[in-house]
């Protein structure tokens, strides 16, 4: 079956210290993997994406590379600031259907 | 930017009343969708909708959940008979096409049944 699996939180980190949040999935056939934000008091918002093996998504600064070999897409940033305090959660979409499989999310905290 | 919209943002409804919670998706996509998230638990599907009609649905998504497109632009999602457990944010949300296209998501409708 199709499955994410999420670093547990919380993670707090000073501004400007290296981020990375792990997310390992399983799925059938070749899914397309995305990492969702939520801010405070928000929705989920799309933070990025990949569609197919060895694809980098990047938005803002973070960035994740698609590895089927270790089926793993790993969440990365170089900076944080305190504006990234949020709820992440990676995704996978199946080619085999069209609902998504979530994460349980992974909050994190920057302090100045 | 278009956007997913959703009302309620907050309700608060006894235990045995029917909810509706309402959305309007994106206007040229052509799939809907609605999740839930119980608070500090992960985001679960729900059901998907396509061409008006159910394409595929969670074992959530008992017979006291059913989801309409009363007109061309909102999407519904009706509660028959409130339990405490539905208690939960309620997410809607749409994409263009299926098949590892992204979904697009509303900020939520927080349920809370007393």
């Known amino acids: 079956g199709n499955s994410v699996t999420q670093m547990e939180g919380p993670v707090t980190l000073s501004e400007e210290a290296f981020l990375t949040i792990n997310c390992t999935y399983t799925a059938t056939g070749y899914p397309s993997l995305f990492w969702y934000v939520q801010y405070p008091g928000e929705g989920l918002q799309l933070l990025l994406k990949?569609?197919?093996?060895?694809d980098k998504g990047s938005n803002k600064g973070f960035e994740a590379t698609y590895r089927k070999e270790t089926t793993s897409f790993h969440l990365e940033k170089g900076s944080v600031q305190v504006s990234d305090s949020a709820v992440y959660f990676c995704a996978l979409s199946s080619n085999t259907g069209n609902q998504f499989y979530f994460g349980t999310g992974t909050s994190l905290t920057v302090i100045p | 930017e278009p956007e997913v919209t959703q009302t309620p943002s907050h309700q608060v409804t006894q235990m045995g009343q029917e909810v509706i919670l309402r959305c309007v998706p994106i206007s040229n996509h052509l799939y809907f969708y609605w999740y839930r998230q119980i608070l500090g638990q992960k985001v679960e599907f729900l059901v998907s909708?396509?061409?008006?009609?159910?394409?595929?649905k969670s074992e959530i998504f008992d017979d006291q959940f059913s989801v309409e497109r009363p007109d061309g632009s909102n999407f519904t999602l009706k509660i028959r008979s409130t339990k405490l457990e539905d208690s939960a944010m309620y997410f809607c949300a749409s994409s263009e096409a299926r098949q590892g296209n992204t979904i697009y998501f509303g900020e939520g409708s927080w349920l809370t049944v007393v």
């Open positions: 909708f396509y061409n008006n009609e159910i394409s595929e």
């Open positions: 990949a569609t197919k093996a060895d």
